[in-house]
């Protein structure tokens, strides 16, 4: 079956500028998670879904970055007013029913802000 | 927040030799995972341990939970082209009724064949 797709894969922008970056879960399943992902680094923790709710947006670093999920399935991840710090690969990942079940990860968007 | 030491923080080693990374917090976990990631890829579930002193194998990927659930380390035996890669431990703890993952810096593995 098809896993986590994420679109655009790259995404160049100017600073100030908005950026929505796409994310379509695994069918059925639930859980829906954002990451971040700076170069050299591991994967840093932005946002959970619950359904269409945000359960946990704790990692968000700034109210520039948004998230919603408005049907439980597909979500997509905001950012306003671009800085050249939002450079990174946003990754997506979606577990069966949230708890600790597997987290598959999809491939990432990598954004580049000049 | 909670950070993750992981180390080496690379390491080239020639085919057919073992390879050796752990892990470190300063906070406990319930869970530890590990995690291969390819370039241009997300990451991909090697081993979950759910239990202090758990040792799970995976073909000839094995890891250890620490006792102290502070700790976990990772083996990989006779390694072969295919392992090249750059491998996360990361804890996951529940909050808010979230399962967030808090990822270490990665290790990034070179094999010579």
């Known amino acids: 079956g098809a896993g986590v797709s994420q679109t655009p894969s790259n995404k160049v922008t100017e600073k100030g500028k908005y950026v929505e970056l796409r994310c379509d879960p695994i069918s059925g399943h639930t859980a829906l998670y954002w990451y971040r992902q700076s170069l050299g680094q591991g994967p840093e923790f932005l946002i959970y879904?619950?359904?269409?709710?945000?359960?946990?947006d704790s990692g968000l670093p700034n109210d520039r970055f948004f998230a919603v999920r408005p049907e439980g399935s597909v979500s997509t991840l905001k950012i306003q007013r671009t800085e050249r710090g939002d450079s990174a690969v946003y990754l997506c990942?979606?577990?069966?029913?949230?708890?600790?079940?597997?987290?598959?990860f999809g491939p990432g968007t990598r954004l580049t802000v000049l | 927040g909670q950070q993750l030491n992981q180390s080496p923080q690379s390491m080239f080693i020639q085919e057919g030799e073992d390879v050796s990374m752990n892990c470190t917090s300063s906070s406990i976990f319930n869970t530890w995972l590990w995690y291969k990631q390819d370039p241009g890829e997300g990451p991909v579930l090697l081993i979950a341990l759910y239990k202090a002193g758990e040792l799970t194998s995976n073909g000839r990927l094995t890891a250890q939970f620490g006792i102290t659930r502070k700790d976990s380390f990772l083996n990989i035996s006779a390694s072969i082209p295919s392992d090249v890669g750059i491998y996360f431990c990361?804890?996951?703890?529940?909050?808010?009724?979230?399962?967030?993952?808090?990822f270490g810096k990665g290790t990034k593995l070179s094999v010579i064949p």
């Open positions: 879904f619950q359904g269409t709710g945000a359960a946990d």
């Open positions: 990361a804890g996951q703890l529940e909050g808010a009724g979230s399962y967030q993952l808090t």
């Open positions: 990942a979606s577990s069966s029913q949230g708890g600790d079940n597997e987290q598959f």
